[in-house]
């Protein structure tokens, strides 16, 4: 597998933002003013599937933010314009359009952004019917006095703010997949906590194991974070959460803190895997903490995940090693660009990041903090 891609447009784009640090740039946003900074090696960040080239286009999520940037666009804009490429997948299950449904078969959407130089956040939870969530959170942070909407006001907002509402963000490979679940459920899973968790889990993940899903689509997200070369800092997670969750479940993908947090001075950090296990510790937030002590974004998303790891003790969520049997990532940046990928596990190569800088865009494996795999 090619792990790399480096196109001369690309390159000639970036060689645009070295003019642009010494040209003034006019941001689209009303960003303060900032001044470049010397030592700064912009980046962006990605999930895995902000590598993948979408719908026979022939720029990735992480190239699009990049380039973006490099145009001196805001650095959120630049991100969010590069999820929306996701979002608008069908062929992505994790995100937006034709991500897997919760257990009534519905679409429900998950996002948040942050603007680290305007101070600044939105965010969606359980939100239905609209493609490109991340732009609902945004105009949360635009034209509101809070920070999260849920479920139906959300969509209210929504369309008030002029999105386009759809009936049903399904398609026929995300109905079909809830159809094969919903056929493998205990009918009485809703009525027995401890059942509801085996059989609705053990539904999800024989999936898995068979191969109609993609491990990565059973849980997945896009979490995509940037530092341009002023040092603006920003981010953005958006994600159709856990397949077949019961309605209304939200995960930790919109929640300030746990599947994003930045702080404009020290850093960004979002998140992908089990969204309890990140809400349990609000680690994203913990992560920026870290780094503001002087951490490298390395060591501080090593120390979310033993975190992690020390406060899973239920027995239902170990496995034979008495680990967790579940994994989680981070995707953490500082302001100066240093970054990393974290995760609790990266059996072989499947676990992976996406990166972009002036040299192109890559796929990167995780650090892990454990060995193996989540079922050893
Ligand atoms: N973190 C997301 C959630 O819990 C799902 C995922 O990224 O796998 O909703």
């Not at 305007?118 to 509101?144: F, Y």
């Not at 002029?162 to 919903?182: A, C, P, Q, V, Y």
């Not at 089990?274 to 349990?280: I, K, P, T, V």
């Amino acid at each position: 597998m090619n792990n790399k891609i480096s196109r001369r447009d690309f390159v000639i784009s970036s060689a645009a933002a070295g003019l642009a640090a010494t040209t003034p740039v006019t941001s689209k946003a009303q960003t303060p003013a900032a001044k470049i900074k010397s030592g700064i090696k912009p980046v962006v960040i990605a999930s895995r599937n902000g590598f993948t080239i979408k719908n026979g286009g022939d720029i990735s999520c992480v190239e699009t933010a990049f380039e973006r940037m490099a145009r001196g666009d805001d650095v959120l804009d630049s991100l969010i314009a590069g999820v929306n490429i996701v979002e608008l997948d069908p062929e992505d299950t994790s995100v937006g359009y034709g991500g897997l449904p919760n257990a009534d078969g519905v679409v429900q959407l998950d996002s948040c952004c942050m603007h680290g130089p305007r101070k600044q956040a939105g965010g969606v939870a359980a939100l239905e019917g609209i493609r490109n969530p991340s732009l609902v959170a945004k105009a949360v942070m635009d034209h509101t006095d809070h920070h999260l909407l849920a479920g139906r006001g959300a969509q209210e907002f929504a369309r008030s703010m002029g999105f386009k509402i759809e009936d049903d963000l399904n398609t026929e490979r995300s109905r079909e997949l809830w159809l094969n679940w919903k056929r493998r459920v205990d009918p009485r899973h809703y009525l027995d906590p401890e059942k509801r968790f085996e059989a609705g889990a053990q539904a999800g993940l024989d999936m898995v194991k068979e191969g109609l899903i993609e491990e990565n689509d059973y849980y997945g997200t896009i979490n995509c974070n940037g530092v341009n070369w002023k040092g603006e800092l920003c981010g953005v997670t958006t994600t159709s959460g856990l397949a077949w969750k019961i309605p209304g479940r939200v995960g930790d993908s919109p929640i300030l803190g746990a599947g994003l947090y930045v702080d404009g001075e020290v850093g960004a950090a979002g998140s992908t895997g089990r969204g309890e296990a990140n809400l349990y510790g609000l680690l994203s937030y913990l992560i920026v903490e870290e780094m503001r002590s002087g951490n490298h974004p390395k060591d501080a998303g090593m120390e979310a995940l033993r975190r992690v790891k020390d406060n899973t003790i239920e027995p239902r969520l170990l496995n034979n090693r008495g680990l967790p049997n579940f994994n989680i990532n981070f995707y953490v940046i500082n302001n100066v660009g240093d970054y990393a990928g974290v995760g609790l596990y990266s059996p072989e190569n499947r676990s992976q990041y996406s990166v972009c800088t002036e040299n192109g865009a890559e796929l990167m494996p995780f650090e892990p903090l454990l060995d193996g795999s989540p079922s050893d």
